[in-house]
């Protein structure tokens, strides 16, 4: 008998009432089980390439909370590191690459795909341990913005570094785009293999491009990609997050051949949908600060993302991630208006 895993089907075209949820970051510092567990074991790249340890995080959020998707516990910056890259995580700074590609060519790193092996290890022994109706979502950061941290060695709210560097050497920085499009097909390819059900690209510096840019390091390297993972997995979908894309979300919808968006918080819920393909599946797209002020604040923000997608395939989700200061019992409160509780 096939389980009925409500956001897989969802993610195929199919409204469900009451939605599925899941939230981005659920898997993190906000849980004190996470908390105990870091302390524990150390910093957050050490977590990551312990599949035991990320298996156990991935699936912390399932238990506590019923989630009808567990996210993979890992980070966009694993494929810089596969391509040769350092990466660190320094407390107070967040991640840093070196060498950066403003100062060295993409030619003198040394892949080592061999660094993404914790992470499959992690998809298998969460897909063993998965209750049957829980979609297992893998991820990927979107080329554009793993290239501006390859570029920059770190991320930073313009991009200026990548941008500059992509007018000035469109060639340049065509050929990491296209490394990046490369490693993130086999790698989402093996976690598919691995057990996820589904996948989510993130492009959380999609905002910062003017709309030529946005073309040329956004809708078509995804279109690429998108393209090249269906051709091995036709029957795999892929949730495509363009954080900050506002009016060109249309474009990206229409060109990139992703079978559902995610929408961030600053898309108001009526015009997205009017303004996307009627029957594509959306994500999204509660603000995390309404989160975080809970009560009537977080019911009215809920109840009108509700009730503009009520027509459509939706998948209730933050419009980004859920913050570390985010109380528990406002989790219970959000899950409780959604399921109609």
């Known amino acids: 008998m096939t389980s009925d895993r409500a956001l897989l089907n ?3 075209g199919e409204r469900r ?6 939230l981005m970051r659920q898997a993190g510092r906000y849980l004190p089980e996470y908390r105990a567990l870091r302390a524990d074991k150390g910093g957050f790249l050490e977590l990551v390439n312990d599949s035991e340890a990320a298996a156990e995080i991935t699936l912390q959020p399932i238990r506590r909370f019923g989630f009808d998707g567990a996210i993979l516990f890992s980070d966009i910056l694993v494929i810089p590191h596969a391509l040769g890259q350092k990466l660190e995580f320094l407390a107070g700074e967040g991640p840093k690459l070196s060498p950066r590609l403003l100062d060295a060519r993409l030619e003198q790193l040394s892949a080592a795909p061999e660094r ?8 298998r022994r969460v897909a063993a341990a998965l209750p049957d109706n829980v979609t297992f979502l893998g991820f990927a950061g979107s080329p554009w913005t793993v290239a501006t941290y390859m570029v920059a060695g770190e991320g930073s709210r313009e991009q200026a570094e990548a941008r500059r560097f992509a007018y000035r050497d469109p060639a340049a920085f065509g050929a990491i785009i296209a490394a990046i499009e490369q490693a993130t097909v086999d790698y989402l ?11 989510q690209l993130f492009d959380s510096w999609a905002g910062s491009l003017s709309p030529a840019q946005y073309e040329q390091w956004v809708i078509a390297p995804t279109a690429r990609l998108v393209a090249a993972l269906k051709a091995r997995h036709p029957d795999t979908p892929i949730i495509g997050f363009p954080k900050g894309s506002g009016g060109k979300l249309p474009a990206y919808a229409r060109e990139t051949g992703v079978d559902a968006i995610g929408l961030d918080e600053t898309v108001d819920p009526d015009w997205a949908n009017a303004a996307l393909p009627k029957e594509l599946p959306v994500q999204g797209n509660l603000d995390p600060l309404a989160f975080i002020a809970g009560g009537d604040a977080l019911g009215r923000a809920t109840r009108r993302i509700l009730d ?3 027509g459509r395939p939706h998948i209730f989700n933050l419009g980004h991630g859920i913050l570390p200061d985010t109380p528990i ?9 959604v399921r109609g509780e």
Not at 117 to 123: F, H, K, M, S, W
Not at 189 to 199: L, T, W
Request: charged letters at 15%; hydrophobic letters at 50%; aromatic letters at 8%.
């Open 308 to 310: 503009a997608f009520a």
């Open 329 to 337: 019992a406002h989790v219970e409160q959000l899950l409780a208006q």
């Open 17 to 22: 009432d009451p939605p599925p949820v899941w």
């Open 189 to 199: 390819s093996k976690q598919i293999e691995a057990g996820v059900h589904a996948v």
């Open 116 to 123: 993404l092996e914790p992470v499959y290890g992690t998809v």
């Open 10 to 12: 969802v993610l195929r």
